[in-house]
Structure formats: structure tokens, C-alpha cells
């Protein structure tokens, strides 16, 4: 059975609420010393991973392989 929405979008979610955690002064610092500016960067290359993985494994539909495709699709014109 496949399933409607991927679990990799979870990676999203932790890459924009570690994005609002930083915005917040006091844990910004904290979050500053654990490299944290990074940390969306990883996440949503994970999650874009994931939904194609999941996409090829037949664990959602092989539509969302589109939404990795565009994501590289994006990065051609800056590599080349």
C-alpha cells in the first residue's frame, strides 16, 4: 500500500524549525556553537534523498520523484 506524503518531508520540518529556533537570541548562540547554519543545508538534501528513495521503492507514488528532479534541475545553471 502506498502511502499519500512521504516521511521524508519530516526533514523539512526539522530544517525550518531549527531555521526559527535560530532566529530566537538566546538559543541562536547555542545553536551557533553547534554549527547549526548547516544544519538546513544537510536536511534538505536528506529529505530530498529520501523522497526519491521512497518514490523508487514504491513507498509513495513515482510523481514525487518530480519534486527531486527540480530540485537538481535548479542546480544545473550554478554547477555549470
Do not use: D, H, K
Not at 536528506?46 to 534541475?73: D, H, K, N, Q, Y
Request: charged residues 10%; proline residues 6%.
Amino acid at each position: 500500500m502506498t502511502r499519500f506524503w512521504p516521511r521524508s518531508l519530516i526533514f523539512f520540518a526539522i530544517a525550518a524549525g531549527v531555521y526559527v529556533l535560530q532566529i530566537v537570541p538566546f538559543i541562536g548562540i547555542f545553536l551557533m556553537f553547534l554549527v547549526a547554519f548547516a544544519w538546513p543545508a544537510v536536511l534538505v538534501n536528506g529529505g530530498m534523498i529520501g523522497i526519491a528513495v521512497e518514490a523508487t521503492r514504491r513507498s509513495v507514488s513515482r510523481f514525487w520523484l518530480i519534486v527531486p528532479a527540480f530540485f537538481c534541475l535548479g542546480f544545473l545553471p550554478v554547477l555549470g
